[in-house]
């Protein structure tokens, strides 16, 4: 509950639009008329383009995305506007129109980028036209359309994030930022343990930049399995480099507060990085499945295109999953408590603070976090039981050792990533249950990241030898 004094509002008044009330029907009708033309032509133009194989083309590709996005464009703000014309009550809640708003800005700069993108594609069909095919292959169709949805959700964020932090007042009873306690370690460790923890991050980035490089350089690991493997290294980067520089910076420091701007990013971005993981490691899951049940039909199914989208719609989720957290947290009043118990703005402390109803923030939470951890973990499960199956079947001994190796390594980080997760809830008798969180979370931020460059290189016999070869490479020019 908002508390009386508080100065922010729970609702906006639309005035809508300057008509007189004689002219509403005539209006009403001309714009549902306009706005289910809109939609229906658009969705016309969707369904032809699906179902004639003539239009499967980069053009009509980038043009049935641009129709999706028209008609998602309308929906965001005319059924409001018609309901509104024939209302007394025009008020619209604080989450519904920041929501609006929101998306307002995605499907607007979207439908600017693809714009951008279908003059690209119109450049290289009449500047370039012997290279058209080569040029504008489905696979960059693809990763074009997953930039402009990806710049769009983050410029529609930053928007938002400064809009809801603006719109708390100075004479709000909620705090303008949060003390974080950091890692509970006595004095005389702090130096022990900022050399430890700047060591292992130092080694996840450098270790996880190395894969990347890598795979970018050796042409033999240019593959599914390796282009998932690459999205993972840089997801670990960032994940890592979410929380462990605040860290160590805190442990060096008598001021461990951050601002609420900043404290709402963090959280977001930890939420995002943790999503994207679990998706990747899905979707590698389903690659290893295709290789060793399906190994004739592998280069078919693991397509280029297929990869490109699968990591698109991993990061499209997890946008959306940790939007929905950021969206909800931001309507929340935050009182006198402003002190975490953590060294990072992690979302089951902040909801610990508030002093508004969170009913709503624990069942998003309890249900994004079915769709986001729960069901990939029960797909990667449902994957390697047809992968076990499937060794049992092959007579071979040696066939045996060769799908264990290509899977070995998948396993490895999947038992280290959802053992630190499912551990977190499975061992909640712990000496101390705050303790606990954080030795979790840094087994999940920290060390998983950190070893999954060892579990990959050490591991992998291709990466070894491309490993071999690019300091043979580095020797051989320095000499």
Request: aromatic share 12%; hydrophobic share 50%; glycine share 6%.
């Amino acid at each position: 509950m908002r508390r009386e004094n508080q100065s922010s509002v729970s609702s906006f008044l639309l005035l809508g639009l300057p008509i007189r009330p004689e002219q509403q029907g005539v209006f009403f009708a001309l714009f549902l008329g306009m706005y289910l033309t809109t939609v229906l032509g658009n969705l016309l133009i969707i369904l032809l383009i699906r179902l004639d194989s003539r239009l499967h083309t980069p053009m009509y590709f980038f043009l049935s995305h641009l129709a999706f996005t028209d008609v998602s464009f309308s929906s965001v703000t005319v059924p409001k506007m018609l309901r509104d014309m024939h209302s007394k009550d025009k008020f619209i809640p604080y989450a519904g129109c920041i929501l609006q708003m929101y998306f307002f800005i995605v499907f607007g700069c979207l439908d600017s980028l693809l714009l951008a993108v279908m003059a690209y594609d119109r450049y290289v069909a009449i500047c370039h036209p012997l290279h058209y095919t080569t040029i504008m292959r489905e696979g960059l169709c693809v990763l074009l359309v997953a930039g402009s949805w990806l710049v769009s959700c983050g410029s529609a964020l930053v928007h938002t994030l400064f809009l809801t932090s603006g719109m708390r007042r100075e004479n709000q009873s909620s705090v303008s930022g949060f003390l974080l306690l950091g890692l509970p370690i006595r004095p005389e460790q702090q130096g022990v343990f900022f050399a430890l923890f700047l060591g292992m991050y130092l080694t996840t980035v450098l270790g996880n930049l190395l894969i990347i490089l890598l795979i970018r350089l050796d042409s033999r690991l240019h593959t599914p399995m390796y282009f998932f493997l690459k999205h993972l290294a840089f997801t670990d980067v960032s994940f890592s480099s979410v929380t462990v520089p605040k860290m160590l910076r805190d442990m060096h420091t008598k001021y461990k507060s951050i601002p609420y701007a900043e404290c709402i990013a963090q959280m977001y971005f930890f939420i995002f990085f943790t999503d994207l993981d679990s998706f990747l490691i899905t979707s590698m899951a389903y690659d290893r499945y295709v290789a060793i049940c399906h190994p004739l039909h592998y280069t078919t199914i693991m397509r280029e295109e297929l990869c490109a989208l699968l990591v698109a719609v991993s990061w499209i989720l997890s946008c959306a999953s940790s939007l929905s957290h950021t969206l909800l947290l931001t309507r929340l009043s935050f009182c006198a408590a402003n002190t975490i118990p953590h060294f990072f703005c992690d979302l089951g402390a902040l909801l610990k603070l508030a002093c508004s109803d969170i009913f709503l923030n624990e069942l998003v939470m309890f249900t994004v976090g079915v769709v986001v951890i729960t069901l990939p973990f029960i797909c990667i499960l449902v994957s390697y039981g047809y992968i076990g199956a499937t060794i049992l079947r092959v007579p071979s001994a040696k066939g045996i050792c060769k799908a264990l190796s290509t899977c070995g390594s998948h396993l490895s980080v999947v038992t280290l990533y959802y053992g630190a997760i499912f551990g977190q809830y499975l061992f909640p008798t712990l000496s101390n249950v705050i303790d606990k969180d954080i030795i979790v979370a840094l087994m999940y931020t920290v060390v998983t990241p950190m070893l999954n460059p060892f579990i990959y290189s050490l591991r992998n016999k291709d990466m070894k030898e491309a490993l071999g070869k690019l300091f043979s490479r580095v020797t051989f020019f320095s000499q």
